[in-house]
């Protein structure tokens, strides 16, 4: 059974930190990644790991800022996001996929959590 549970949201002041989880099952996938969608917007990627050569991918506005990173043995991926900004308030998404599936095109993501909402103040 396909599941993706994430943990770790909730409510910070700009330049705080905070790490979110996402444990999976079902599958042994090679995409899993962070989305965010903030209301009123688009759903978009936010960092993405290929699993099996750890190559990652973020979007600029992150870059410098926030971490992918995997424990193969929980099968568990993280977001650990630094020096957060109120622009980075949305809800936090985990995905996977079995196959390559690209940062910027989320429809490609075949498996999804259920979310986690990150609310950064000023």
């Known amino acids: 059974q396909v599941q993706l549970v994430e943990s770790g949201g909730g409510s910070v002041q700009a330049g705080g930190s905070l790490r979110l989880s996402c444990a999976a099952s079902?599958?042994?996938?090679?995409?899993m990644g962070w989305f965010r969608q903030a209301p009123g917007k688009e759903r978009e990627g936010v960092a993405v790991?290929?699993?099996?050569?750890?190559?990652?991918y973020y979007v600029d506005s992150v870059k410098g800022r926030f971490t992918i990173s995997q424990d193969n043995a929980k099968n568990t991926i993280y977001l650990q996001m630094n020096s957060l900004k109120p622009e980075d308030t949305a809800m936090y998404y985990c995905?996977?996929?079995?196959?390559?599936?690209?940062?910027?095109?989320?429809?490609?993501?075949?498996?999804w959590g259920q979310g986690t909402q990150v609310t950064v103040s000023s």
């Open positions: 995905a996977a996929d079995r196959y390559r599936a690209s940062l910027y095109r989320p429809n490609e993501w075949n498996y």
């Open positions: 079902g599958y042994t996938y090679s995409s």
């Open positions: 790991m290929l699993t099996g050569s750890l190559t990652t």
